[in-house]
């Protein structure tokens, strides 16, 4: 089992509101606009990091990280790409790599706006955790945690930071 802890948009911010949850993980997702190389860093010297690039990102974070990844975990295959539009309504780079790679999981960013729904053609799950960081129109920062084993994954939960609340 992992425990795993899904997030994006962090536009270049890290605090002790997302390092608190990235230390109880096993494993750190970052579904792109890292912002900053700072931010991966510092993940990365807590816990082991799998992140995509996105369109904020800078060229040091382009060459870190790469555009999608496709991977899996404990039986789960897990597909993440920063910009993928709505379910139902894909963009077509998006609907192409879920065609190819027929992911369980799909994750994306990129629209602030937390998403967990369940697509049934193709047959998979979908998860947005909306934006960890401080920048942009969300009124409160999210991210998901959550547990993979064996292939599924179990005890989902949404984290809330009241956006006023940012510690550096």
Excluded at 31 to 51: E, H, N, S
Excluded at 78 to 99: C, E, T
Excluded at 121 to 144: E, K, V, W
């Amino acid at each position: 089992m992992k425990k795993i802890l899904l997030i994006s948009d962090t536009h270049s911010h890290i605090d002790e509101s997302i390092l608190k949850h990235v230390k109880a993980a096993d494993e750190i997702w970052h579904a792109g606009d890292i912002g900053a190389i700072k931010v991966a860093d510092t993940i990365q010297k807590l816990k082991p990091l799998r992140a995509v690039h996105g369109n904020i990102d800078d060229a040091q974070v382009r060459l870190s990280f790469p555009e999608h990844l496709f991977f899996s975990c404990e039986g789960l295959r897990v597909l993440m790409l920063h910009i993928a539009g709505k379910p139902g309504n894909y963009i077509p780079a998006a609907k192409k790599l879920i065609s190819q790679y027929r992911p369980h999981l799909f994750i994306c960013g990129h629209s602030h706006i937390l998403n967990i729904s369940r697509n049934t053609s193709p047959p998979l799950l979908h998860m947005n955790p909306g934006a960890a960081g401080i920048y942009g129109f969300h009124a409160t920062r999210t991210m998901i945690r959550f547990e993979v084993s064996l292939g599924k994954i179990q005890n989902v939960e949404v984290i809330e930071i009241e956006r006023s609340k940012q510690s550096t």
